[in-house]
């Protein structure tokens, strides 16, 4: 049998960063955000809900997705060695 895979608490809090740095540099709220889901792509999307996934770094990538679209992102898989030369370039 197979065993269920469980991310590390490292990778959970990387994700939860992820997701917090993202809604700050875009100025929103976890209620707004909820709202916006709500308006944009019918979810039952709630401010309690959305802080429950955060917290548990339990985001469906369909929902990122989602997320990333309402701001005009979109995600993409990119080459670490890109983003550590982006980092240098910004420090």
């Known amino acids: 049998m197979t065993e269920i895979y469980n991310a590390t608490n490292e990778r959970k ?3 939860r960063r992820l997701v917090k740095e993202f809604l ?3 100025d929103i709220s976890i209620l707004k955000l909820a709202t916006l889901m709500n308006e944009k792509y019918g979810r039952s999307a709630s401010a309690p809900n959305i802080m ?3 917290s548990r770094s339990s985001f469906k990538v369909t929902e ?3 997320i990333a679209d309402l701001f005009g992102y979109e995600l993409k898989f990119v080459p670490k060695t890109l983003i550590e030369q982006n980092n240098k370039v910004d420090s």
């Open 13 to 15: 809090e990387q994700a």
């Open 24 to 26: 700050k540099q875009n």
């Open 52 to 54: 429950n996934k955060l």
């Open 64 to 66: 990122l997705m989602d």
